[in-house]
């Protein structure tokens, strides 16, 4: 079966611009999970959605957000973009309600900001 | 969720085993042990989990000390595909959260 899908996979945006990124998990999964990648931080986990209801959110700033539609698909979006924001984002899904811990990953969207 | 400590990094020919050590000395008896890897460039994987036994899947196998603070995940022949960055996580299953803290990790190089 199909995995866990992101779009786009690569992005380049200035400073000051926004960016949505888009996951479609895998078939039947219902919880979706959203982390950043950089060489500095590791992987860091950024929201949790279950059921179009965030239900867990990292430390980051409000810049940084996201949604849950009701097929499960999962959007990021960050607006006001800066330079540390270049990252990959990766995403996840997992079939049980949230808390299973087994989590099937995306490729990730590799974004650059200029 | 506990803390775990891995090695920066190890080497392991290619078609030996590869045996990743983790500790995790401070793990709560509700606390399960998950190991994941991410090979370069792609999202990371999950390999394995386990409570306080022994457990083996198609991918590896996982080996819980019987204090439960360290364990071991083993890859029986290791190839070149099997390099990736190694990380082992102890959560609390069913938390309510899929919230995964993952530390820097074991980077395990397979060489020919």
């Known amino acids: 079966k199909a995995g866990v899908t992101q779009t786009p996979r690569y992005l380049i945006k200035t400073r000051g611009q926004q960016v949505t990124l888009s996951c479609s998990p895998i078939s039947g999964h219902r919880s979706v999970s959203w982390y950043q990648q950089t060489p500095g931080q590791g992987l860091q986990f950024l929201f949790e959605y279950f059921s179009e209801t965030q239900r867990n959110k990292g430390n980051f700033p409000g810049r940084f957000s996201g949604r849950q539609f009701s097929n499960s698909r999962s959007e990021m979006n960050v607006s006001t973009l800066e330079l540390g924001d270049s990252a990959l984002y990766l995403c996840?899904?997992?079939?049980?309600?949230?808390?299973?811990?087994?989590?099937?990953f995306g490729a990730g969207s590799r974004l650059t900001v200029l | 969720d506990a803390k775990t400590t891995q090695p920066t990094s190890m080497d392991c020919a290619e078609g030996r085993a590869a045996n990743l050590p983790c500790n995790h000395s401070t793990i709560s008896g509700n606390e399960y042990v998950y190991w994941y890897r991410q090979i370069h460039s792609q999202g990371p994987q999950y390999i394995i989990h386990g409570l306080k036994n022994n457990e083996t899947n198609e991918m590896a196998s996982l080996i819980i000390t019987e204090d439960r603070k360290s364990s071991t995940l083993i890859l029986p022949h290791a190839t070149l595909r099997d390099t990736a960055v190694y990380y082992c996580i102890v959560r609390v299953r069913n938390s309510g959260y899929s919230t995964l803290t993952f530390g820097k990790g074991t980077m395990l190089l397979v060489s020919p």
């Open positions: 996840a899904s997992s079939t049980s309600p949230p808390g299973a811990n087994v989590l099937t």
